[in-house]
């Protein structure tokens, strides 16, 4: 297994996009970590091309960086669907807000045929109203036995939730921020 760890770094764009050439030489690379660095939507941009040339990537890390989600978002989440078999995308501790929930909902929780087995959402700037409707389509979400989702913390008590769910589930939940 080959991993590249590129976390911590204070990483901007412009220095990412030139990382991005050497990346995309390695074949082989199946462990990404691009966490903690100051990464934004320019860098999702960048690195939706990337995956065509790194098929055997199963694990993207971005967490703890200023991806917003409100440009490139949708086609960063295509290219993950259509040129990698990606087990785990950490999107946690960034900036993604509302805008980011339909592509969500389309391209990972209404998807039959999903290689993606945990993407990880928590800690972002998600409206109450986002939140719910991101549950809502989780919950509804065909391939959630094979998909887990992590979404906190939820701005909801657990006691809704299993109401949402017609107490079908049970939470425990941390609603603290």
């Keep these: 297994m080959f991993y590249l760890i590129v976390s911590s770094n204070e990483l901007t764009d412009d220095c990412f996009e030139e990382l991005l050439y050497g990346i995309g030489h390695h074949i082989f690379l199946e462990y990404l970590d691009l966490s903690n660095n100051l990464l934004t ?3 999702i941009g960048f ?3 990337i995956f065509e040339q790194i098929p055997s990537l199963r694990y993207l890390n971005l967490s703890r960086n200023l991806i917003e989600g409100t440009e490139h978002f949708e086609k960063f989440l295509v290219n993950i669907l259509t040129c990698l078999r990606l087990d ?3 999107l946690s501790m960034n900036k993604l807000n509302d805008s980011t929930i339909d592509p969500i909902i389309s391209y990972i929780f209404k998807q039959d045929d999903l290689s993606l087995t945990k993407i990880n959402l928590s800690l972002n700037e998600y409206s109450k109203k986002g ?3 991101l549950f809502n389509a989780y919950y509804r979400c065909k ?7 992590i979404l906190n913390p939820i701005p909801f008590h657990p006691i809704f939730l299993e109401r949402l769910t017609e107490g079908k589930h049970t939470f ?3 609603l603290e921020r």
């Design 131 to 133: 939140f719910y409707r």
């Design 88 to 90: 785990e995308l950490d």
């Design 41 to 43: 939507d320019k860098s």
């Design 172 to 174: 425990d939940i941390n």
């Design 143 to 149: 391939n959630k036995e094979n998909l887990k989702a």
């Design 47 to 49: 690195m939706a091309p």
